[in-house]
């Protein structure tokens, strides 16, 4: 069935195949509460569905703490996210200095 909704009408034999990448909005996770102190993790979700299937990459944003009627938000700095990206990085520079069109000495 799913081949059906890939197929192009107007080409026959040729599929198309449809990727939608969507970021889910932020949600709250189960609160926990210690004392008076109850705390509210928080994430958004990064969703990419294929035609074969999908994956979702979730991600924390915040923490919402509440303590004794005052609520704040405590943001989270997703360190795993920043190395990923700056191993990518690293490995695109290395990448680049041995292309064969980089200058050779």
Known sequence: MAKDRCRDPHREGRVRCRIEIAWAPEV?????????????????????RLPQG?????????????????????????????????????AAALAAARSPYAERR
């Open 28 to 48: 709250s996770a189960a609160p926990v509460t210690v004392g008076d102190v109850t705390v509210t993790p928080r994430a958004r979700a990064l969703v990419v």
């Open 54 to 90: 999908g994956f979702v990459w979730n991600r924390p944003t915040a923490l919402t703490v509440q303590q004794a009627g005052a609520t704040r938000r405590v943001p989270v700095v997703d360190v795993t996210r920043l190395l990923q990206l700056g191993l990518l990085a690293l």
